[in-house]
């Protein structure tokens, strides 16, 4: 089975720094796109950012500049290094991977449980 587990999130001030980490464990052949998406009380689901198996990066508009994403594809980690935290920051933050077990030839889309990040004074 395999699951992915957010960790890192909190509740920090505004213009603080934040690490998120996230770990794919199981049966794992390989991973492929890996991302962060996060979603506030009342909104949709939004694309963070995201990071290839070659180490291609997107990021939503709204981060650009404050907030980097990276993996250890070795490790099957992904990070979201968030600096200069807005109030506008605060949501559940989600992984998301796409993997290919290693009971199929087929990737397939995982997700985390979430991680809470608070920005307030």
């Known amino acids: 089975q395999v699951q992915l587990v957010e960790s890192g999130g909190g509740l920090v001030q505004p213009g603080e720094s934040l690490r998120l980490a996230c770990a794919a464990s199981?049966?794992?052949?390989?991973?492929?796109?890996m991302g962060w998406y996060r979603q506030a009380p009342g909104n949709e689901r939004e694309l963070v950012a995201s990071i290839t198996s070659g180490g291609r990066t997107n990021y939503a508009d709204s981060v650009k500049g404050r907030f980097t994403i990276s993996r250890d594809s070795a490790k099957k980690m992904v990070y979201l290094q968030m600096n200069s935290l807005k109030s506008e920051d605060t949501a559940v933050y989600y992984c998301?991977?796409?993997?290919?077990?290693?009971?199929?030839?087929?990737?397939?889309?995982?997700w985390g449980r979430g991680t809470q990040v608070t920005v307030s004074s």
């Open positions: 199981g049966s794992i052949v390989s991973a492929n796109d």
């Open positions: 998301n991977a796409r993997i290919r077990p290693s009971y199929s030839s087929i990737y397939y889309p995982y």
